[in-house]
């Protein structure tokens, strides 16, 4: 008996406008599901991030809401016939959504499920379309971190029929949801990694890293799987096969499914290279090369049909049953029914967009290789031997013919990696190659200006006279520490991180002047000259301490030492001469009103009072004017007896010495 439990989504309405109608998919962070847009009567895709997802504490803080956005908006700008595009976004009780175009038909790995794998022409007209979404995210600085069959959809047609592959429109989805979960989310980036773990390039398992090379590598990974049926590695344990990727070459197709051109396997080794150097520069770059194989099986499938014997995939349940013979035919496809066209498809072309219609040098080999048989058939008259002479001869032309289309216009790429850009340069254009030059990158291995990467490869094979881009070295990337003081702690974090800095939090410490969750400093300093990938230590604010320090500064050491100690405060003293009165504290550290702890030191300079000087002689003089000397020398005076009358003591004597302020005793009588 099976047991199902209810979607709580089902028929909801989120924001007051998308009825929820049913479920499509359950993927490793979120569900898909259909809704109508009640506002524009629409069908929609609707992807909500799993519960489990939000309920990281880490994903809870309003910093992840925000990335979700960025991507979100991100995704909405790319505009592209082959991106399932976005068209709003949100949160419904507390889990974020994207609301996506409705794409009715099925996923890539619905239809790998269903026939094991595709013929070349299928397999390279789905993977140009791939490549076309993925190349145009890719110009907008946009990585997708999650090629897999499962976000590549295949339109149907409107009747409802089953789409032709070669004509069908391929359309990818999901650009950036893995980054921005992944980015909020610490413990979960090892789920993400392992939720693809197929396709995964070997840099993002050994560095972490992503950028548009590494698509190209999950592409190259979809390629093989569609024309072997089969991913190359296989594990019991998923981080046995992301190692798998770091430590090994992937197999060339033809190795599990003998009789494939030996242009789909340069195609699928140039792109599943493990140095991402050695792999085209992005989507784009991989998109023009596919073009150039479907254009070579193209002229090779007008001379002649090439029939594979069909070899069981080994390993896949799909593969298990008997499939038909493959046929490899002529991949230009027929014109593209109307629903099927691409925008920049005009109506009545009998090509898609990127196939060559001019007279091509195969197109006129073969007008010339025609009009020959003609002639040689005229002079062959009805002679039994003339004609096959005429057809070996017709043979040989065929045969130099293909040799030359197929291998001999073609020549190896020269080793121009590591030389300076000029010689590189100089070098190849004496081979009679064209040379462009890409966008230059950083590198710590290889000098300032020389060639960091080279596309073809080296050794890898080019036509004659075709063109080499060449990659540039920026040398060393070195930067200053950014300034984050007085940020609080995730947008320093955030900063840092986009400077490609490892950020680290030491311990936070109190500060009487920046509030909590603020960074207060920097180890290294701000300014100080770093590499990427550097350690950076932040400092953090816990605001104010508990305790305030009095203010002790004009009172008796005495009085101070009473209230330290009721604070839990401890008191040190240093005597200064000065002339306030002895015990008064003259100064103070820190300062009053600055924020302690218990237990803390303050620190308090103490006068040792005025100088001591010698106390004059009075005696026989009158009583006033004495009087009058002592006070004007600081001491004060005190008078017994008559103070009209003549001093007849003092008290300190003559010549004693004492501080400014000693009260000295006059008898007058």
Same mark, same amino acid.
């Given at each position: 008996?099976?047991?199902?439990?209810?979607?709580?989504?089902?028929?909801?309405?989120?924001?007051?406008?998308?009825?929820?109608?049913?479920?499509?998919?359950?993927?490793?962070?979120?569900?898909?599901?259909?809704?109508?847009?009640?506002?524009?009567?629409?069908?929609?895709?609707?992807?909500?991030?799993?519960?489990?997802?939000?309920?990281?504490?880490?994903?809870?803080?309003?910093?992840?809401?925000?990335?979700?956005?960025?991507?979100?908006?991100?995704?909405?700008?790319?505009?592209?016939?082959?991106?399932?595009?976005?068209?709003?976004?949100?949160?419904?009780?507390?889990?974020?959504?994207?609301?996506?175009?409705?794409?009715?038909?099925?996923?890539?790995?619905? %239809?790998?499920?269903?026939?094991?794998?595709?013929?070349?022409?299928?397999?390279?007209?789905?993977?140009?379309?791939?490549?076309?979404?993925?190349?145009?995210?890719?110009?907008?600085?946009?990585?997708?971190?999650?090629?897999?069959?499962?976000?590549?959809?295949?339109?149907?047609?409107?009747?409802?029929?089953?789409?032709?592959?070669?004509?069908?429109?391929?359309?990818?989805?999901?650009?950036?949801?893995?980054?921005?979960?992944?980015?909020?989310?610490?413990?979960?980036?090892?789920?993400?990694?392992?939720?693809?773990?197929?396709?995964?390039?070997?840099?993002?398992?050994?560095?972490?890293?992503?950028?548009?090379?590494?698509?190209?590598?999950?592409?190259?990974?979809?390629?093989?799987?569609?024309?072997?049926?089969? !991913?190359?590695?296989?594990?019991?344990?998923?981080?046995?096969?992301?190692?798998?990727?770091?430590?090994?070459?992937?197999?060339?197709?033809?190795?599990?499914?003998?009789?494939?051109?030996?242009?789909?396997?340069?195609?699928?080794?140039?792109?599943?290279?493990?140095?991402?150097?050695?792999?085209?520069?992005?989507?784009?770059?991989?998109?023009?090369?596919?073009?150039?194989?479907?254009?070579?099986?193209?002229?090779?499938?007008?001379?002649?049909?090439?029939?594979?014997?069909?070899?069981?995939?080994?390993?896949?349940?799909?593969?298990?049953?008997?499939?038909?013979?493959?046929? !490899?035919?002529?991949?230009?496809?027929?014109?593209?029914?109307?629903?099927?066209?691409?925008?920049?498809?005009?109506?009545?072309?009998?090509?898609?967009?990127?196939?060559?219609?001019?007279?091509?040098?195969?197109?006129?080999?073969?007008?010339?290789?025609?009009?020959?048989?003609?002639?040689?058939?005229? %002079?062959?008259?009805?002679?039994?031997?003339?004609?096959?002479?005429?057809?070996?001869?017709?043979?040989?032309?065929?045969?130099?013919?293909?040799?030359?289309?197929?291998?001999?216009?073609?020549?190896?790429?020269?080793?121009?990696?590591?030389?300076?850009?000029?010689?590189?340069?100089?070098?190849?254009?004496?081979?009679?190659?064209?040379?462009?030059?890409?966008?230059?990158?950083?590198?710590?291995?290889?000098?300032?200006?020389?060639?960091?990467?080279?596309?073809?490869?080296?050794?890898?094979?080019?036509?004659?006279?075709?063109?080499?881009?060449?990659?540039?070295?920026?040398?060393?990337?070195?930067?200053?520490?950014?300034?984050?003081?007085?940020?609080?702690?995730?947008?320093?974090?955030?900063?840092?991180?986009?400077?490609?800095?490892?950020?680290?939090?030491?311990?936070?410490?109190?500060?009487?002047?920046?509030?909590?969750?603020?960074?207060?400093?920097?180890?290294?300093?701000?300014?100080?000259?770093?590499?990427?990938?550097?350690?950076?230590?932040?400092?953090?604010?816990?605001?104010?301490?508990?305790?305030?320090?009095?203010?002790?500064?004009?009172?008796?050491?005495?009085?101070?030492?009473?209230?330290?100690?009721?604070?839990?405060?401890?008191?040190?003293?240093?005597?200064?001469?000065?002339?306030?009165?002895?015990?008064? %504290?003259?100064?103070?550290?820190?300062?009053?009103?600055?924020?302690? !702890?218990?237990?803390?030191?303050?620190?308090?300079?103490?006068?040792?009072?005025?100088?001591?000087?010698?106390?004059?002689?009075?005696?026989?003089?009158?009583?006033?004017?004495?009087?009058?000397?002592?006070?004007?020398?600081?001491?004060?005076?005190?008078?017994?007896?008559?103070?009209?009358?003549?001093?007849?003591?003092?008290?300190?004597?003559?010549?004693?010495?004492?501080?400014?302020?000693?009260?000295?005793?006059?008898?007058?009588?």
């Amino acid at each position: 008996m099976d047991i199902q439990v209810a979607d709580t989504l089902l028929n909801s309405l989120i924001d007051g406008r998308y009825r929820i109608r049913g479920r499509v998919a359950r993927g490793g962070m979120a569900t898909v599901y259909t809704a109508i847009d009640e506002r524009l009567d629409r069908t929609v895709a609707i992807k909500i991030i799993h519960p489990n997802q939000a309920r990281d504490a880490q994903m809870q803080l309003a910093g992840f809401v925000e990335r979700f956005t960025d991507e979100a908006k991100t995704i909405a700008r790319l505009t592209h016939p082959n991106v399932v595009a976005v068209y709003d976004q949100g949160i419904h009780g507390g889990l974020p959504y994207l609301v996506m175009e409705y794409v009715r038909g099925r996923t890539l790995r619905d %239809i790998l499920a269903e026939r094991g794998r595709l013929n070349p022409s299928e397999a390279l007209a789905i993977m140009e379309q791939m490549l076309a979404a993925i190349g145009a995210a890719h110009r907008a600085g946009l990585v997708h971190r999650d090629v897999k069959p499962e976000n590549v959809l295949v339109a149907e047609a409107p009747s409802g029929g089953p789409a032709n592959l070669v004509d069908g429109v391929v359309k990818v989805a999901d650009f950036g949801l893995a980054r921005a979960v992944e980015a909020s989310s610490e413990t979960e980036a090892g789920n993400q990694l392992m939720a693809t773990v197929a396709y995964v390039a070997p840099e993002l398992v050994t560095e972490g890293r992503a950028d548009p090379r590494t698509d190209v590598y999950a592409a190259g990974i979809v390629l093989f799987e569609m024309l072997t049926g089969r !991913v190359p590695y296989d594990a019991d344990r998923a981080v046995e096969v992301a190692w798998q990727h770091v430590d090994r070459d992937v197999p060339p197709p033809s190795t599990l499914v003998p009789g494939l051109p030996p242009v789909l396997d340069t195609l699928v080794v140039r792109a599943t290279r493990r140095d991402p150097g050695a792999r085209p520069t992005d989507a784009g770059a991989l998109q023009a090369q596919v073009q150039v194989v479907r254009d070579d099986l193209g002229t090779a499938a007008n001379a002649h049909t090439a029939v594979l014997r069909q070899i069981p995939s080994v390993g896949h349940p799909a593969m298990a049953v008997e499939q038909p013979t493959m046929v !490899v035919s002529s991949v230009r496809p027929t014109e593209r029914p109307p629903w099927a066209r691409l925008p920049d498809q005009q109506q009545g072309e009998k090509t898609t967009p990127h196939r060559r219609r001019a007279a091509t040098p195969a197109d006129g080999f073969g007008e010339r290789l025609r009009e020959l048989a003609a002639r040689l058939s005229a %002079i062959a008259g009805g002679n039994r031997v003339a004609v096959i002479a005429v057809v070996v001869a017709i043979g040989l032309v065929a045969a130099m013919g293909g040799w030359w289309f197929g291998v001999g216009r073609y020549t190896e790429a020269p080793a121009l990696v590591s030389m300076a850009g000029k010689d590189a340069q100089a070098q190849a254009e004496r081979a009679g190659f064209v040379v462009k030059f890409g966008d230059p990158r950083y590198s710590e291995a290889v000098a300032k200006d020389a060639v960091l990467a080279q596309d073809p490869a080296s050794a890898a094979r080019i036509v004659r006279g075709g063109t080499i881009t060449l990659t540039l070295s920026l040398g060393p990337e070195r930067f200053p520490v950014p300034d984050v003081s007085g940020k609080t702690f995730d947008l320093a974090q955030l900063d840092l991180e986009q400077a490609n800095l490892v950020v680290a939090r030491g311990p936070d410490r109190y500060d009487d002047n920046l509030p909590k969750g603020v960074v207060i400093s920097t180890n290294p300093k701000v300014g100080t000259v770093v590499k990427p990938g550097d350690k950076i230590t932040v400092t953090v604010s816990k605001g104010k301490a508990p305790i305030s320090v009095p203010d002790l500064v004009g009172r008796n050491i005495n009085e101070a030492r009473s209230d330290l100690s009721k604070l839990g405060l401890k008191l040190t003293e240093t005597y200064k001469e000065s002339d306030k009165p002895k015990d008064q %504290i003259i100064a103070q550290s820190p300062d009053s009103g600055a924020g302690v !702890v218990t237990g803390a030191e303050i620190k308090v300079d103490v006068s040792k009072g005025p100088p001591a000087v010698p106390v004059p002689r009075v005696i026989d003089l009158p009583c006033q004017q004495a009087k009058q000397q002592l006070e004007s020398q600081g001491f004060t005076v005190g008078i017994n007896i008559n103070p009209n009358a003549v001093v007849r003591f003092q008290n300190p004597t003559e010549n004693t010495p004492a501080p400014p302020g000693t009260q000295i005793v006059l008898t007058c009588f």
